[in-house]
Structure formats: structure tokens, C-alpha cells
């Protein structure tokens, strides 16, 4: 057992069963068993969580626009003339 008082969560009288580790930085709350993820408070867990989702939304993204890309390309030089009147290519 931790030697903490209350869990950081307003109005929590749970037992502490940790102090968090910090996410991006050190926190040092102390935390209960309903209001953390075993090494981080539900305040870290909630910053780590936007972080990795924004990962992978941006990682989404970049290989969703590489698809687009690539397809639009196929089509673009499909429908295209070989030799432009306009540019003489």
C-alpha cells in the first residue's frame, strides 16, 4: 500500500493503490484502483490516450492522402491524351 491519504479523483474515498508516473513529465498523483491504469492517473491516462489517438490519426490520414494520391494519378494519366495539343508533350 501506498502511504497517500485519497486518490486524486475529487471526491473519491477509495483506498490508494499507486502514485502516478507521469506522462510527458513527472505527476506524482496518487491514485485508486477505479482511477488509473496502474502506472498512470486517469489525468495522465486521458493526455496519453489524445496522444496516441492523434498518432494514429495522423498516420491514417498520411496513408489514406498515399492512396488517393496513387489512384488519382492512375486515373489522371488514364484519361489524358499521350500528347497534349497545348503543350506538345
Known amino acids: ?6 486518490c486524486h479523483s475529487a471526491n473519491c474515498n477509495r ?4 502514485i502516478c508516473n ?8 496518487p491514485f485508486c484502483e477505479e482511477h488509473s491504469t496502474k502506472s498512470l492517473c486517469s489525468a ?6 489524445k496522444t496516441a489517438s492523434g498518432e ?3 498516420e491514417a490520414m498520411a496513408a489514406m492522402y498515399n ?3 496513387d ?5 489522371v494519366f488514364h484519361y489524358l491524351p ?3 495539343p497545348r503543350t506538345g508533350f
Open 15 to 18: 483506498p490508494v493503490i499507486g
Open 1 to 6: 500500500m501506498v502511504e497517500a491519504k485519497t
Open 67 to 69: 492512396e488517393f494520391s
Open 22 to 29: 507521469g506522462f510527458e513529465g513527472p505527476c506524482g498523483r
Open 44 to 49: 495522465c491516462n486521458e493526455k496519453f490516450i
Open 82 to 84: 499521350h500528347h497534349s
Open 71 to 75: 489512384q488519382w494519378c492512375q486515373v
Open 56 to 58: 494514429v490519426v495522423e
